[in-house]
């Protein structure tokens, strides 16, 4: 097996007295779509942000192409902040500018491109997430699922190599949730970055992701192919991996719906 | 029966000293953290690529936006000295002199005070709030995962502007003030318009202006900083999270910078003089 891009080793992470990462061991390997599933407030998305060095850990270490995030020097931190790109839970979607200005704002601040190439990739990642024609609505003026998908053309129009999603389809229509799905999977193997994502979309990170990790009081307790953790006996992960299915009305165990049919594609 | 109370900072003042203790070590960290915030600020304001929409964006808040408010101030100022130096000077007989007072208080300590007293109520409060919003709505954070440095693309903006625009608004304040002094003083009261005018030229000299200049900038600096960075740390606050912590952070950005300006224009009149 290929070295892992980013590796935790031992991290630890605590805020007061809440211990939220008690030695979390972790390896995401480049080129393909790692999906960490867990309760809700369980840390899921501080360990997402250790990663982009938004948070760093109380103790352990993170290793980013083999090199540790706290070894790095400033242009190395520079070089690997360039190639990441984050889509956070919220949006955080910059308020007081419109969507275009949004989306442009990552390629206008590294003066990489002139007005008009900036102006044609920003229109061109607006039609491929269908919200063209938005571009001077302000974020307050937009429903959560499109501040979504503006969000998620932010974290794309660089063409970063590593991108992290932080439940990116969460608050989306079925149809739009299934489209948000299918656009990572296409522009995983378009441009071949690496996806780490946050979601509580199960069975749908299944078909989409090649390797699960799941977070649970503060350890990864299972890390593998999406095949494997189906078919785990960890009793934590099998009473998540149940009620999920239950929320979605399919059979535990089967995956299949209550009425009979075969859920999984 | 007497009882000993075993609580007394008295009998036992260890509790006392660690928290005066604690008090002393978060305010030196405090300040540590305003410094570097400054310099941050500063070194970024040079760095490339240049910001200048962002500093004329800026201007057009702090500084042109705050014309009128600065110039009714500025104007009613005037005239209120106007009226009381008149009555004060007219007992001695020398109401000649209310050309130099109005204008030696308006360019060595009012125009510079007031003004930065304005725009920190008007420009400041609206920084800190800004930026404390930017702050818990992971707007800053969202600076950093792209790689655009948060201090050069919130404050050091603000910072050039603040710089370019306090000595204008003060000087704007400080023409206002005279001219409202001489309408109190010789329109209303009847002071000869020569001997108004006369006594601001033969009074003021270049060090009175350059003393009201260096202090404007200086306020420009404090006042930003100040403002900015309670915006900027919204999130460490203890008395308050969320819209709350923004509205703590913002009381605070007012307060202490109306009291750091007060308190600088007092050393700086002191080494001035």
Known sequence: MNSALIEFRDVHKAFGANAVLKG???????????????????????????????????????????????????????????????????TALFDSMTVYENIALPLREHRKYPAKEIRSRVREKMAQLDIAGIENSYPSQLSGGTKKRVAMARALITEPRVVLFDEPTTGLDPIRKAAAHQMIVDYQKQFGFTAIMVSHEIPDVFFISQRIAMLDEGRIIFQGACKEIQTSQHPAVREFLDSAARA???????GKRNGGSDATR | MRSTNASSPWLNPLPMIQTMGRKTIEFIERL?????????????????????????????????????????????TGMVLGLQGYYTLVKFGSEGLLGAAVALSLIREMGPVLTALMVVARAGSAMAAEIGIMRISEQIDALETMDIHPVRFLFSPRLGAAIISFPLLTAMFDVIGILGGYATGSLLLGLKTGTYFGRVESSVVMHDVSGGFLKSLCFAVLVTTLCCYEGYYTHLREDGFGAKGVGMATTTAVVVSSVVVLIADYVLTSFLL
């Open chain 1, 24 to 90: 979390v061991d972790l390896s995401i390997y480049a080129g393909e779509i790692s999906t960490i599933i867990g309760k809700s407030g369980i840390g899921k998305s501080v360990l997402l942000k250790h990663i982009i060095g938004l948070l760093a850990p109380d103790s352990g270490q993170i290793f980013f192409d083999n090199v540790a995030l706290d070894r790095m020097s400033g242009v190395q931190r520079k070089a690997m902040k360039i190639t990441c790109s984050y889509m956070f839970q919220g």
């Open chain 1, 248 to 254: 979605n009305g399919l059979c535990p165990e089967s």
């Open chain 2, 32 to 76: 540590g953290r305003i410094g570097l915030f400054a310099v941050t600020g500063a070194i970024h304001l040079f760095s490339w690529p240049w910001q200048w929409e962002k500093i004329l964006a800026q201007v057009y808040f702090i500084g042109s936006k705050s014309i009128f408010i600065i110039g009714l101030t500025g104007a009613f």
